[in-house]
């Protein structure tokens, strides 16, 4: 595994398993898995519904080994009850502490959220807090009145759609971007992606492996999901080669530069 330095000193995997619409005990047995092969940063999040499965988990693992990301969505936006539910957030995930704390994405009262998340930075329930889905505009905006710089954004990232620029802005004040979706969950047919599997080819990785290094390699952390014991192993053996940049700059003819999602 390799880690990143957050704006905090906080040292952060490269790499994490993302939880989302994983549910119930299929949940319990990918993070349990994951952590077995070799994962330590778990990303879930209040709308995911699946915090006390993953705090199921996690409270049988050496703590200090793990890196939990949550995040506060809608029904925590104000901060009477941001506050409420990172206490709530705490007893789901049976622990003392969560690494990573993120608004799931820009809401009116997002500076109120922020506020509680602060107050919980400072009574060490969270050790780091950030944002995500936050544009341009909206970041540079919220970083006026925030006090706290977030110490990552975590946004929509994969080939299809690199998000440069805003990665170019969020480093030059201190914040780390976060890729989710780092194989835009399978769309535009990614993991039959002729340029992928053909440089695959010439390192001996899959198309999945390849998308996965092209954003490490570029300081991008990555929170790739899957629910096959086998793929989360390849998700993950990505740490014994390097892209040439030759390599680099085919990857990059992919990106179009625009969401697959309609996020923003
Ligand atoms: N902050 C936000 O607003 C936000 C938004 C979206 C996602 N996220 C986070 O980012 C995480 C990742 O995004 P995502 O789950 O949307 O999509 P993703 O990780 O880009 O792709 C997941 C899909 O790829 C498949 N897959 C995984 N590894 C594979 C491999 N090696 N070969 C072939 N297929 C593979 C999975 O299927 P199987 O499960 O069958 O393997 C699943 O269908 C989420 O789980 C969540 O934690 C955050």
Avoid at 228 to 241: A, G, M, P, S, V
Avoid at 257 to 264: A, D, H, P, V
């Amino acid at each position: 595994m390799e880690y990143i330095i957050l704006n905090n000193n906080q040292k952060m995997p490269v790499l994490g398993l993302g939880t989302y619409a994983l549910r119930g005990y299929e949940c319990e047995k990918c993070v349990s898995e994951a952590i077995e092969a070799g994962y330590s940063l778990i990303d879930t999040a209040r709308m995911y519904g699946n915090e006390k499965e993953v705090g199921n988990v996690i409270k049988d693992a050496k703590r200090e080994s793990l890196f939990i990301t949550t995040k506060l969505y809608s029904p925590s936006a104000s901060y009477e009850r941001a506050k409420a539910d990172i206490n709530s957030s705490l007893d789901n995930l049976q622990t003392d502490y969560i690494d990573m704390l993120l608004i799931h994405e820009p809401y009116s009262e997002s500076l109120s959220m922020y506020q509680a998340m602060k107050e919980a930075l400072s009574a060490g329930k969270v050790k780091a807090i950030g944002i995500s889905n936050f544009n341009k505009r909206q970041y540079l905006d919220f970083i006026k009145h925030c006090e706290v710089i977030p110490a990552l954004n975590q946004v929509e990232c994969h080939v299809f759609y690199r998000q440069k620029e805003l990665q170019e802005i969020l480093e030059r004040h201190n914040t780390h971007m976060q890729a989710w979706s780092p194989f835009a969950c399978g769309k535009n047919n990614f993991f039959n992606n002729s340029i992928l599997k053909e440089i695959g080819r010439a390192y001996g990785k899959t198309a999945a492996q390849i998308g996965l290094k092209y954003l490490v390699q570029q300081g991008v952390s990555v929170i790739p999901k899957s629910s096959k014991t086998q793929r989360l192993k390849e998700n993950i053996d990505i740490f014994d080669f390097c892209l040439e940049e030759s390599d680099m700059r085919k990857i990059e003819t992919l990106n179009s530069n625009k969401t697959l999602f309609g996020w923003y």
